[in-house]
């Protein structure tokens, strides 16, 4: 009985008919869900021919046939290469966008066009933040694909995605924020309130596990995107306190969990969508975390605190090189929204 390839390294099938070359090597690829799907790297006269391709593509990351390399190939390559040097939210923004890529996927790269990378982005038939992710990521793979000399002209240049609209940022109103404290106790209500209370992005709560709450000293810490926000301190308002802990109580390995796992996005959306239409309002996280800034500014916290509850580098150099501010003073600003 022969052996079986170990996940994810690939498998050689033979394809029907009269072929010079039958074998064709396939790859799993998965997208921003972990679905799995096979696609072809090259094919092969014979099986042992087809296997010492499977087995080269598995070993050797930057060792490929630059004349037959394909878009699925050279985004896994990519993937174990470039992507890690790229920030987490960024990583999967351009996964996502991968998967609206699968015409393509067994098409030599070298000889893809900018209309097939044009046709990818406009019929996603999504918004504009997915098609510039498509975007961005046929920038990346060509960047990578003329480094390792696939190609020599980068078409993703002269690809397009709709403008990004600008968008007007409000804060919560004191009487949506006053609405969400009258169903306090309704599903999901509180992780809104958490949001406006802490100032944390979207990912960054959704992130976040029991683990990074100090229990003690009552704060959570944690954060991406910047070197300032990464693992920044953020004390916990007394108002939401109780709730923080009833999560932590609830056992999962995530703050915010559902059915005991980690909340994606998009079933986030989900729930926060659920809890505004019960106030009447249309807002977004990010206008929680404006909100939670907005509110601080307004009651007269110190800027330097503020900057770093919402991992802000600090405008004020002289500050941010002298004067730094103790656990005390960071729950005295945050205490100072009613």
């Known amino acids: ?21 039958p074998y064709v090597v396939k790859v799993t690829v998965y997208d921003a869900e972990g679905n799995a799907k096979q696609a072809p790297v090259g094919y092969a006269p014979t099986k042992t021919e087809a296997l010492i391709l499977l087995a080269q593509y598995n070993n050797s990351p930057w060792e490929i046939d630059r004349e037959k390399v394909t878009l699925a190939v050279l985004y896994q390559r990519w993937l174990k290469i470039k992507a890690p040097k790229l920030g987490t939210s960024t990583q999967s923004s351009l996964k996502s966008a991968f998967k609206h890529c699968s015409k393509y996927y067994g098409l030599k790269y070298r000889s893809l066009k900018a209309y097939q990378m044009q046709d990818c982005i406009d019929s996603c038939g999504k918004g504009y933040s997915t098609q510039w ?17 696939i190609i020599d002209k980068m078409y993703s240049q002269i690809t397009t995605a709709p403008p990004i609209p600008d ?33 944390f992005r979207l990912t960054e ?98 800027r330097k605190c503020i900057d770093l509850l919402m991992g802000h580098k600090s405008k004020d150099v002289g500050n941010r090189v002298y004067n730094h501010k103790t656990l005390k003073q960071l729950r005295e600003t945050v205490e100072l929204l009613r």
């Open 205 to 302: 709560l959704l992130n976040m596990k029991t683990e990074q709450v100090n229990t003690d000293e009552k704060y959570l810490q944690g954060g991406v995107k910047t070197a300032s926000g990464k693992s920044r301190i953020v004390p916990i308002h007394s108002r939401i306190w109780p709730y923080i802990e009833k999560r932590i109580q609830q056992g999962d390995p995530y703050l915010f969990s559902y059915q005991g796992k980690k909340l994606s996005q998009s079933k986030y959306y989900e729930f926060w969508n659920s809890v505004m239409e019960k106030i009447g309002a249309n807002k977004t996280p990010h206008e929680a975390r404006h909100t939670f800034e907005t509110n601080l500014d307004n009651a007269g916290g110190n």
């Open 133 to 149: 992710a498509i975007k961005n990521l046929f920038g990346h793979l060509d960047r990578f694909a003329f480094e390792m000399n």
């Open 167 to 199: 968008t007007k940022r409000e804060p919560f109103t004191v009487e949506q924020v006053d609405a969400l404290w009258k169903i306090a106790d309704q599903e999901w209500t509180d992780t809104v309130l958490i949001y406006i209370y802490t100032g």
């Open 1 to 21: 009985m022969s052996k079986r390839n170990p996940n994810g390294y690939g498998c050689v099938t033979k394809l029907s008919g009269k072929r010079s070359r």
